[in-house]
C-alpha cells in the first residue's frame, strides 16, 4: 500500500540555521503531497502542499518540491526561528475521483528543536 | 470564520466506559476525516464520512468503534469499552465537497484509567 517515510528525529538547530527534512514516498498512483505542522498540544496545520509532479510548494519560508524521479518531497528551510520548534509531517493523498476527497497518509513525524 | 472544532478537548474514562468524541466542521465543510495519533506516533486514518454516509472506515478497529455524521449536529467517534490501548489523541478534519485539502481540528485527548 501507499506510504510515506520521513527521516527521524529529534533534529536540532541553532537560529538561522539550514533546514532539511527528508520525506519520500510510495504510491501507486499520483498522489497529493502536503507537509503539516503540529505545535505542542495542538492539532495540525498544513503548512503547504503540491498536487503535480515539479510544482514547488511554499510558505512563511519553507518549501518543498514535488520530484516523481526520486518520489520525494523534502521540506527546506533557509534560516529557522526559535518559534519554528514543533513536529513536522510529511503526508500523501491519493487524486479523489470527482466530488470525493481521500484519506491522508502520514509519516511518523520529524520534530525540530531550534535553540537560539 | 471558525475553524474545525472538536470537543471535548481531554476525556478520561476508565476501563470498560465508553467514548464519545465530537467534530464540528468548518462551516461549507461536507467531508469528515478522524485520525488517531498514539504517543510518538504519526497520525493514523480512521473513517472518512460525508453527510448521512461513511465513504471509508479501512482504518477503523472492527469492534468497539463507530462514527457517524448526521443530517444535522456533529460528528460523533464512539468507542465502547474503551481499554487502556485506545489512550491516543483524536483528530478530526474537514474538507469542502471536491476538494483535497484537509484542515484539522485541536483533537480530543482520550486517557483510559
Known amino acids: 500500500g501507499d506510504s510515506v517515510t520521513q527521516m527521524e528525529g529529534p533534529v536540532t538547530l541553532s537560529e538561522e540555521a539550514f533546514l532539511t527534512i527528508n520525506c519520500t514516498y510510495t504510491?501507486?498512483?499520483?498522489?497529493?503531497l502536503f507537509w503539516y505542522v503540529q505545535y505542542p498540544g495542538e492539532g495540525l496545520q498544513l503548512l503547504l502542499k503540491?498536487?503535480?509532479?515539479?510544482d514547488k510548494g511554499s510558505n512563511k519560508g519553507f518549501e518543498a518540491t514535488y520530484r516523481k524521479e526520486t518520489t520525494s518531497f523534502h521540506l527546506e528551510k533557509g534560516s529557522v526561528q526559535v518559534s519554528d520548534s514543533a513536529v513536522y509531517f510529511c503526508?500523501?493523498?491519493?487524486?479523489?475521483?470527482?466530488?470525493?476527497?481521500?484519506?491522508?497518509?502520514f509519516g511518523q513525524g520529524t520534530e525540530l528543536s531550534v535553540k537560539p | 470564520n471558525a475553524g474545525v472544532m472538536q470537543n471535548p478537548r481531554h476525556l478520561v474514562r476508565r476501563r470498560g466506559q465508553e467514548a464519545r468524541l465530537r467534530c464540528s466542521p468548518m462551516?461549507?465543510?461536507?467531508?469528515v476525516y478522524w485520525y488517531r495519533q498514539l504517543p510518538e506516533e504519526g497520525l493514523k486514518f480512521m473513517v472518512y464520512?460525508?453527510?448521512?454516509?461513511?465513504?471509508?472506515e479501512s482504518g477503523m478497529p472492527k469492534e468497539r468503534f463507530s462514527a457517524e455524521f448526521p443530517k444535522e449536529g456533529p460528528s460523533i467517534l464512539r468507542i465502547q469499552q474503551v481499554v487502556r490501548g485506545d489512550s491516543a489523541a483524536y483528530f478530526c478534519?474537514?474538507?469542502?465537497?471536491?476538494?483535497?485539502?484537509?484542515?484539522f481540528g485541536p483533537g480530543t485527548r482520550l486517557l483510559v484509567l
Open positions: 503540491a498536487t503535480k509532479a515539479d
Open positions: 503526508a500523501l493523498s491519493e487524486a479523489p475521483l470527482y466530488n470525493q476527497g481521500g484519506k491522508l497518509i
Open positions: 504510491a501507486t498512483g499520483y498522489p497529493s
Open positions: 478534519a474537514s474538507s469542502p465537497l471536491g476538494r483535497e485539502t484537509q484542515y
Open positions: 462551516k461549507g465543510h461536507s467531508h
Open positions: 464520512l460525508q453527510k448521512e454516509n461513511i465513504i471509508d
